[in-house]
């Protein structure tokens, strides 16, 4: 994903954000072997941003991870806003692979669950006080950035469900309650990989201003735009 010669290693930890309402954890399987919590390397950008990387026999595993500042979708106040970009690339066959991200420890009075839009697959949790929203791709988006063929794999544009077959499909986005969202993707070969992104936000409770969820529909190059911000 990026070069890091020049980036400074830090101690290894799990990647984890902390919101108002839990923290929002990931995890990564490839095939049937779940990816321990811990990578193998973490280096600090200079904006502060970590890319973490694990190194599998046959895959490299990055998630490229930080806080972003970005215009709130209204012009009014901007919300905290942390974007997650993964990078699986196959040095060998992998026979498919699943993304996910979940927010966990919730006070008793949140609730939440699934809070998808166009092209957006999202699961929203609140409480009287805070909304914190998680999202990436949905299976319509996954789709199309398959036909584009630059960040998934070309040969995926005829394995990914339609909105129509989703329902029956192996592939696509999952959801558990309440606050887990998930990416069943398809296998890749030798050469391939796959990137994809997970933004996470947050704002105080407002039922006419759904901050946190608008703040979560955020293209991939966006949010690398602003994570590597400060790379010469």
Not at 32 to 42: D, R
Request: hydrophobic content about 45%; aromatic content about 6%.
């Amino acid at each position: 994903m990026l070069p890091t010669d020049h980036l400074a290693q830090v101690d290894r930890r799990p990647a984890v954000i902390d919101t108002p309402l839990g923290i929002v954890g990931f995890s990564v399987t490839l095939g049937s072997e779940v990816l321990p919590a811990g990578p193998n390397t973490v280096w600090r950008l200079p904006n502060g941003s970590h890319l973490h990387r694990w190194r599998q026999s046959g895959a490299t595993v990055d998630l490229l991870i930080g806080s972003i500042d970005i215009p709130a979708w209204d012009g009014g106040a901007p919300v905290p806003v942390w974007a997650a970009i993964w990078q699986v690339a196959a040095q060998s066959g992998i026979p498919g692979l699943v993304l996910s991200a979940e927010l966990t420890d919730l006070p008793a009075d949140a609730d939440g669950g699934p809070d998808s839009g166009e092209c957006l697959a999202a699961v929203t949790v609140q409480n009287d006080h805070f909304m914190v929203s998680i999202g990436g791709p949905d299976s319509e988006l996954l789709a199309m950035q398959a036909v584009d063929a630059r960040l998934l794999p070309a040969s995926w544009a005829h394995v990914l469900p339609t909105y129509e077959d989703e329902a029956t499909s192996e592939y696509g986005v999952q959801y558990r309650d309440p606050a887990r969202i998930a990416w069943h993707l398809p296998a890749l070969a030798t050469g391939e990989a796959v990137r994809m992104c997970v933004a996470t936000a947050w704002c105080p409770r407002d039922d006419d201003r759904a901050a946190s969820w608008f703040a979560v529909d955020l293209p991939l190059d966006t949010a690398y735009l602003h994570l590597t911000a400060g790379l010469s």
